[in-house]
């Protein structure tokens, strides 16, 4: 049971490329989060999606995309990669999304630089 | 006010204290409320969640003071292994059933022998 995988889990783009970051849950988990996490900072939340097909923005999504076709995968993508996205990004997964029951699990991040 | 305020620290204890931090939030209406620990350069994890009063497992006890807005954790018997940030979490006003948690900054805590 490998819970939430991410990749790549470091990488360095040059400023105005494109890329994609894979995430992938094997717990049939429904809800699905990006956080990014800057240096000394809490995480903040750039796209959620509740299901397959269902995607919304959350704190930041300005610069980034997600889609979510399968229960399993939630790849974010990063267009035109600006100086201000270099973070750690986070995906995490929820059983449900009724508060009183639910805790995260996480991957294990991917560390992103854009120069 | 921010929606969830932590003191970044960091807290110096030495081996074997107690040490005690608060999270503040803002959106009285929340009824559940998280702990994660996040270790250097690691992926935050669960610790203890709050649905009512407190929680207490182990070491580790989580209050909820509703009337100030604020929730605690206190860990007793402090070990070396303890050292890490200690993030506290809140779902945001009209999260609904999204699952949505607004993370604070984190406290760190360094515990030394």
């Known amino acids: 049971n490998a819970g939430v995988t991410q990749t790549p889990k470091f990488r360095i783009l040059k400023i105005g490329q494109s890329m994609t970051l894979q995430c992938t849950q094997d717990?049939?988990?429904?809800?699905m989060y990006w956080y990014r996490q800057d240096p000394g900072m809490g995480l903040k939340l750039i796209y959620y999606s509740v299901g397959a097909g269902i995607t919304d923005k959350g704190e930041v999504p300005n610069g980034y995309n997600v889609s979510r076709s399968t229960t399993e995968d939630f790849p974010l993508r990063l267009e035109l990669a600006a100086p201000s996205q270099t973070s750690v990004y986070f995906c995490a997964s929820s059983s449900t999304g009724q508060p009183a029951n639910y805790g995260y699990t996480f991957g294990s991040g991917t560390r992103l630089t854009v120069v | 006010r921010k929606e969830v305020e932590q003191d970044p620290g960091p807290f110096n204890v030495p081996e074997g204290a107690t040490v005690a931090f608060n999270c503040t939030y803002s959106?009285?209406?929340?009824?559940?409320f998280f702990w994660y620990r996040q270790d250097c350069r690691k992926e935050p994890k669960l610790l203890m969640s709050v649905y009512s009063s407190g929680n207490e497992d182990g070491r580790f006890t989580a209050q909820l003071n509703r009337a100030s807005q604020y929730i605690s954790l206190l860990i007793r018997d402090s070990k070396l292994s303890d050292s890490a940030t200690y993030l506290c979490a809140v779902p945001p006003r009209g999260s609904g059933n999204t699952g949505k948690l607004i993370f604070g900054q984190g406290t760190t805590l360094q515990v030394k022998p």
């Open positions: 717990m049939n988990h429904n809800y």
């Open positions: 959106n009285s209406a929340s009824q559940s």
